[in-house]
């Protein structure tokens, strides 16, 4: 607005002698369309509130429609005035509303109004289409996205291109991409943006030959269709093919880079993963983040750990992948002060606590030795997820505190959450710890029959030794035998310790011959084997065991434990030769 435009629309704003209506609803007029900031918008609405008792719903939508064409968060105050405007069926305000939503990335608000206009019977445009198919696509929503589809043909919109295109980017986003294809080939007017959709569509599902058909018939190419052709054959685990196109790109982004570096990582090149980001003159926070992933997800925890320092001194904010990738390698390690560390820069506001990140520091808190850290962290969410729940389940099981660990199973199961396969891991581990035979069988029969969890390996070790410490051993082994998996070392372990405790040779014996078949190379099995005989008096038996041993040149491997000190922060680890 001009200087003079404004002291002419404040003239007419603050003067007390324009009170009759019609004059009162042209000076409005005249302020709405000559007003250019949120300021002046609110100035011309005070003055209508002033002059009308019940503005005309044709004011209230100029006035809302003005805030909308305003940049910046104008939003808010536009939807409050829209909520109010009795019975409005003018469609062009209904798309302006939901396009604002869409930009906002206010996406599922964007949806619900269009399912109100539709509601209200008000027929929308190809721009309503458009914007709320670009809210259905960055959910991605594809159940809203079809019934929008049959509207989009009923009301005969769909030889619209942009219509066509929006409606093909949601299918190729929801990785519906047969149904993105039905959409393209229907297309009359195909241009870059329409043979991208289609390209990333088949990329985002795997369809790489697809891809690779549409991708090499495409007269003209951008960087986006560049980027998902890479990003497809990496994630893909198709390194080589990957780099051939990286190779060729004329022009290459940090988005490209960075899938590359996934890209390796996943294929476990750690080092062709660091060429390319050592290649970079600027880094942005995701690529950082992938090379963190990668280092981490390739078990350089340290590599991970020195990465995310260096980060952190060049000022770049962590994303969650970083984050997680951090705390994935702190928790490789067990690294008590990192894991301090980590906890003071979330503390600093260095990436959102977001479900994922929270559920990680919950998990290295955990093997750091960290359960009360562990509680804090769960206590700090606001919302938490089965696998929160989870991994605190699992933590107070490991650390002893097997009756905290089943109240917090209880507390998740009035919440109304499901339990998965590893929330039974650990509820059936803190029976075991606390001797708990009676609960934990009812708690394996609960896994079964009221959440139709087929039990796994890992259910039948905590059975075993659940029932093993009780000196049951015979419904330990019986249960192995019924089991519906194919039984490992963890569940013929189990046994075998128990059978070492209590004394039972035979069942020992048929134990220790499946770990000597399972591995072969484990010292603590033919030791166990031995001391079971020897505390029977055995002793030839256990000199045979010896022998075997040394027949098949297995050396006792050195022990080896973790003491950690929380206060001093000092994990010292000590070797028994």
Not at 18 to 36: D, G, K, P
Not at 58 to 63: D, K, Q, S
Not at 278 to 302: E, L, P, Q, T, V
């Amino acid at each position: 607005m001009t200087n003079a435009t404004a002291s002419i629309t404040t003239k007419y704003l603050l003067s007390p002698s324009t009170h009759h209506s019609y004059n009162s609803e042209a000076v409005i007029e005249f302020c709405l369309q000559a007003s250019r900031t949120l300021d002046h918008l609110k100035q011309t609405h005070a003055r209508l509130l002033r002059t009308q008792i019940n503005p005309h719903p044709r004011l209230i939508i100029h006035l809302t429609s003005r805030l909308l064409q305003l940049p910046g968060n104008s939003l808010r105050y536009a939807r409050c005035l829209f909520d109010r405007i009795p019975h409005c069926e003018n469609q062009f305000i209904w798309t302006s509303i939901i396009r604002s939503h869409t930009l906002h990335a206010q996406f599922s608000q964007s949806i619900a109004l269009y399912a109100q206009m539709h509601r209200m019977g008000i027929s929308p445009n190809g721009f309503t289409f458009s914007s709320v198919l670009n809210a259905c696509a960055r959910i991605p929503a594809i159940l809203q996205g079809r019934q929008i589809h049959t509207q989009i043909v009923q009301s005969g919109y769909f030889s619209n291109t942009v219509v066509q295109t929006a409606l093909l980017d949601v299918y190729a986003k929801c990785g519906a991409a047969n149904d993105a294809r039905r959409v393209f080939d229907q297309m009359t007017d195909r241009d870059v943006v329409s043979w991208t959709a289609m390209v990333s569509g088949y990329s985002k599902v795997g369809m790489m030959e697809d891809a690779r058909q549409l991708f090499d018939v495409m007269v003209e190419r951008n960087v986006v269709s560049w980027t998902a052709m890479v990003a497809g054959y990496a994630n893909a685990g198709d390194i080589g093919a990957a780099k051939a196109l990286f190779d060729k790109m004329p022009e290459k982004n940090s988005i490209t880079r960075t899938a590359m570096i996934a890209g390796y990582g996943k294929c476990g090149d750690v080092v062709g993963a660091r060429q390319v980001f050592d290649k970079m003159a600027m880094r942005d926070s995701a690529c950082w983040a992938a090379m963190i992933a990668c280092y981490a997800r390739n078990g350089c925890s340290s590599e991970a750990i020195e990465l995310y320092k260096r980060m952190r001194m060049v000022n770049v904010k962590a994303n969650e992948v970083a984050m997680v990738g951090v705390i994935s390698a702190c928790t490789q390690l067990g690294d008590v002060d990192m894991a301090s560390s980590i906890a003071d820069d979330m503390n600093e506001g260095s990436c959102e606590r977001t479900v994922v990140v929270s559920n990680a520091l919950i998990h290295m808190n955990a093997k750091c030795g960290s359960v009360v850290q562990a509680w804090e962290e769960f206590n700090l969410m606001t919302h938490r997820d089965v696998i929160s729940y989870s991994a605190l389940i699992t933590a107070l099981a490991d650390h002893g505190r097997a009756h905290e660990a089943l109240q917090l199973f209880s507390r998740m199961r009035k919440e109304g959450l499901r339990p998965n396969e590893v929330t039974f891991v650990g509820v059936l581990n803190a029976c075991s710890h606390a001797g708990m035979v009676e609960e934990g069988c009812e708690y394996f029969k609960l896994m079964k029959q009221s959440y139709g969890i087929v039990p796994l390996t890992e259910h039948y070790a905590c059975m075993v030794d659940l029932l093993g410490r009780a000196g049951r051993l015979e419904e330990a082994y019986k249960l192995i035998l019924d089991s519906v998996v194919t039984p490992d070392a963890g569940t013929w372990g189990a046994l075998l310790g128990a059978c070492r405790v209590h004394g039972n040779v035979e069942l020992g014996e048929i134990a220790a011959g499946h770990l000597f078949e399972l591995e072969p190379e484990n010292t603590g099995n033919y030791v166990l084997l031995a001391n079971i005989y020897a505390s029977m008096n055995r002793w030839d038996d256990a000199e045979r065991v010896r022998k075997m041993m040394s027949e098949r040149r297995i050396r006792k491997s050195p022990g080896c434990s973790w003491i950690g000190y929380q206060d001093s922060r000092l994990v010292k680890m000590v070797t028994d030769e």
